[in-house]
């Protein structure tokens, strides 16, 4: 493990994606423990990705186009669909009249929200070899050690991002146009990834 790998990591978790916004939107609207759910369901997404790089799996993702078009499709609709559901005003998104949700509900949004953008596994299948050593003799476990590290940087940023993002929503909880204002800008950063998704090509 390099420097250069963990730098970089650090850039790529950093960068604002749907799992960012995600976690921020519940932070801010749900709470920190909440928060941190939504961090370990986004990190918990990445662990098919990075089996299919480790496994060859990507490969036939990258190459397939009906596969990588159904699961790219799947993703859309999804995001989409959060999108509708937090413009509309529901219980899960509402500072001013918030409703309880179960932890578990939280992790499995977050969870199919990684799951079904199938560009990450054509990311980890270009990713992680590159900071492989050449010719070494362990390869596979390199490769999971390097997908351990940064699926743990992922959540300690992730948590990071979502804590910051409740004191936020404390201040905004006693004005419903601020409220309003959030909800609506999530659910536009929402549909945004769903139309850029939709567009992306292999």
Not at 15 to 22: N, Q, R
Not at 89 to 104: H, K, V
Request: proline residues 4%; hydrophobic residues 60%; glycine residues 8%.
């Amino acid at each position: 493990m390099t420097w250069d790998f963990l730098l970089t990591s650090l850039i790529v978790v950093l960068l604002p994606g749907t799992g960012v916004i995600y976690t921020l939107s519940v932070g801010m609207f749900r709470g920190a423990w909440q928060s941190v759910a939504a961090a370990f369901g986004c990190t918990l997404g990445i662990v098919p990705h990075i089996a299919a790089s480790v496994l060859g799996l990507a490969a036939l993702l990258h190459a397939s186009a009906v596969a990588f078009q159904a699961v790219k499709f799947a993703g859309v609709i999804y995001l989409l669909y959060l999108a509708w559901s937090i413009w509309r005003d529901t219980g899960a998104f509402n500072l001013s009249r918030p409703e309880p949700m179960a932890a578990g509900r939280t992790i499995v949004r977050g969870f199919l929200i990684n799951i079904l953008n199938p560009k990450l596994s054509v990311f980890f299948l270009s990713f992680l070899p590159q900071f492989v050593p050449l010719g070494s003799a362990h390869a596979t476990q390199d490769m999971l050690v390097l997908a351990a590290v940064f699926m743990a940087m992922t959540f300690v940023v992730f948590v990071g991002y979502g804590v910051s993002a409740t004191a936020v929503g404390a201040r905004l909880a006693g004005s419903p146009r601020a409220t309003r204002w959030m909800q609506r800008s999530f659910a536009a950063a929402f549909a945004l990834f769903g139309a850029r998704l939709a567009l992306q090509e292999r």
